[in-house]
């Protein structure tokens, strides 16, 4: 399995060498889902109350093949 940098909580970026553009995680057990479309889109709709996530065209995707194979 991949390695997780933990972020806060249990919000993790998958770790690689010379990677960038994760979508964030959140994983709790065997719950797996996404939680920013990379790390600065997760810091602002965690802890900013003013953003409003467009949920209709918000797509994450997952950049690690071992994290999509769980994000389907």
Do not use: Q
């Not at 065997?30 to 965690?46: N, Q």
């Amino acid at each position: 399995m991949p390695s997780l940098v933990p972020v806060y909580a249990h919000r993790c970026l998958p770790a690689g060498y010379g990677t960038h553009g994760h979508p964030l995680l959140s994983v709790w057990g065997t719950d797996i889902i996404y939680y920013g479309s990379d790390l600065a889109d997760y810091i602002d709709s965690e802890f900013n109350d003013d953003h409003d996530r467009d949920w209709k065209s918000w797509d994450p995707e997952a950049t690690v093949p071992f994290w999509r194979d769980f994000l389907g």
